[in-house]
């Protein structure tokens, strides 16, 4: 990285010219030792990983771990091991978005009584396939994935803000006020309600609260304004059972941060992180006894109703 940054700077090559990816280009896919550590770009740095995926509930408590080797490819020949590309982050993208349904696809035919109804996910996940297989695969109700930065909503019947809300026609920058989840009558399919962002409910002449819009310029000629029906289930990416920006989602994507955590633990206090080790069976072996480490710190923390404990192990024996 030092020689290619200096090479950049001596030669005055264009901000076009990225030293990381030029890097990563030219790195082996995988380490000599084990082919099964595969190269990756985490978090601004290259490192060589034995990748594995991991499935919590929102206590971060682990439910499931996977090991991405020759067996689960071998299980799931729909994925396609592709060349690296140019770019390391969309190459983590990738991989993490094609190894989430057949994850979660096996898990779920081992706990079939297991049916969670929301999904929380980080932006990798964004991805149109990933939404349909939730929805209407694996019937998720809801799923709180942030959108990945590089691909933006549009909407081709009205303006909408980046968290794909409708927005004033007359005002981009002005949002419309959402009014709840509500069905349509006729067929009963789930919609999301947004009304003219300068509506107020009025006492009239006939003693009754009507709907009245307060706009200088407005858009229509309805006394109460502009409202917009959105059906989800025609842009599930854009409305995934919910909407972002909301109160709602800032609560429950919150509890995303207990897998952070359980992640930190087992690469800290499990002592995961940086072994020494090359051996896949030793890995894979040290992987799980952390996951067993982690549910007998549940169950003895739930005997003695210490529940605050229960991802906390070192507390719990002090």
Known sequence: MIQLKAFKKANQLPNSYDPHKAAYKIMPPHATANPAIKQLYINGHFCYVYKFGMITNGLGIVRDITFYNRDFLSAHPDIVVEKKSDSPDEDKSLGDSKALMPVLTDFFNKHPLIRPDVFLGDAAFDTIPIYSGLFNNLH?????????????????????????????????????????????????????????????????????????????HPCTTSLCGRMVYIYPEKNLRAYPGTIRGTNEWAQTYKIRGCVE?????????????????????????????????????????????????IRSLKPLIA
Not at 279 to 296: C, R, V, Y
Request: proline share 7%; net charge positive.
């Open 140 to 216: 998720f109700n809801r799923a709180f994935i942030p959108l990945n930065r590089r691909s933006s909503l549009e909407h081709p019947d009205f303006t909408i803000n980046p968290d794909g809300i409708p927005c004033c026609p007359n005002d981009p920058s002005l949002p419309m006020k959402r009014e709840g989840n509500t069905s349509h009558l006729r067929c009963g399919i789930p919609t999301f309600k947004f009304v003219c962002p300068k509506m107020k409910s009025v006492k009239c002449a006939d003693s009754k609260y009507h709907r009245r819009h307060h706009c200088d």
């Open 261 to 309: 955590q359980t992640i930190n633990q087992f690469k800290d206090s499990f002592c995961v992180a940086n072994r020494r080790t090359q051996n896949e069976q030793t890995l894979h072996a040290d992987l799980l006894l952390s996951g067993i480490a982690q549910l007998l710190t549940v169950i003895l923390a739930d005997s003695i109703h210490q529940h605050q404990f």
